[in-house]
């Protein structure tokens, strides 16, 4: 694993520079770091160049106020910077957004998206209802001083252990900035605006599901191919390695 830093931006890598004009691009959810996927590093050292995009504020980095929109600026900027040809995106949770806004506002036509593999990503209000909508019930006062930490213990002593492995990511995020995201999160999935451009916009996407999440919207709504990752939830990552390895392979790494 490799640590390649722009500007303000830390990425890991499985290999030590960028060398590569096509590349997969891989955003976490909330509260997750570049830690929890780093066996895909390990296993991929001599497959198509892989990245993980660290988010502000997680992973111990410092808490900074940068929102979804100026995060992915400098995501593009990086891209450009690099002269970037193609991209895969693969996408968790919250993660999901950020293709869409990176997509919508600043990649043209130069740039060619060949997959978004998007692993249960923000598309609907519904995707907002076990975590980011309960965390901006409260205060920010009282989420940051209190209940953020209240979280954590949670996971940490569930009898889930992929709750349990959650914690430990969650020890290393800034309760700030987890506020934050959660906010923006619950505002741009409020609107039909982010399911609307994944489904319109991306020519060769994947929606990509635990089988035992619960989808609450009808699964035509998303307009891609559907993958079930079987006796897995929200993070198989954690749940199941090997599983979502052979799928995280057989999804997207042949076909990049």
């Given at each position: 694993m490799f640590k390649i830093k722009f500007r303000d931006i830390n990425f890991v890598s499985n290999q030590k520079k960028i060398c590569n004009r096509k590349i997969i691009l891989l955003f976490y959810g909330i509260?997750?770091?570049s830690d929890?996927?780093?066996?895909?590093?390990?296993?991929?050292?001599?497959?198509?160049?892989?990245?993980?995009?660290?988010l502000p504020g997680h992973n111990n980095l410092k808490f900074c106020?940068?929102?979804?929109?100026?995060?992915?600026?400098?995501?593009?900027?990086?891209i450009k910077k690099n002269n970037i040809k193609e991209i895969?995106?693969?996408a968790h949770s919250l993660g999901g957004i950020i293709p869409i806004i990176l997509v919508k506002n600043f990649?043209?036509?130069?740039?060619?998206?060949?997959?978004?593999i998007n692993y249960e990503g923000n598309l609907t209000k519904y995707d907002t209802e076990t975590l980011t909508k309960k965390t901006i019930s409260?205060?920010?006062?009282?989420?940051?001083?209190?209940?953020?930490?209240?979280?954590i213990e949670n996971c940490r002593n569930s009898d889930k252990k992929f709750l349990n492995f959650w914690s430990e990511?969650?020890?290393?995020?800034s309760s700030d900035i987890f506020y934050n995201f959660s906010i923006q999160c619950v505002k741009l999935s409020e609107s039909n605006e982010l399911l609307s451009f994944f489904k319109i916009?991306?020519?060769?996407?994947?929606?990509?599901?635990?089988?035992?999440?619960?989808?609450?919207?009808?699964?035509?709504?998303?307009?891609?191919?559907?993958f079930k990752i079987k006796n897995t939830g929200h993070f198989s990552f954690f749940e199941n390695k090997q599983e979502f390895g052979r799928i995280f392979d057989q999804l997207l790494l042949k076909k990049t």
């Open positions: 509260g997750c770091s929890d996927f780093k066996f895909l590093l390990r296993n991929y050292n001599h497959k198509p160049q892989l990245f993980i995009a660290e106020k940068d929102d979804l929109l100026s995060y992915s600026k400098k995501i593009f900027l990086f895969s995106f693969f990649i043209k036509n130069a740039i060619k998206i060949k997959w978004f409260y205060s920010k006062h009282e989420f940051v001083n209190y209940k953020f930490d209240k979280l990511s969650l020890k290393k995020t916009f991306f020519k060769r996407k994947i929606y990509l599901f635990g089988e035992k999440t619960l989808i609450k919207v009808p699964m035509y709504s998303f307009g891609s191919v559907r």
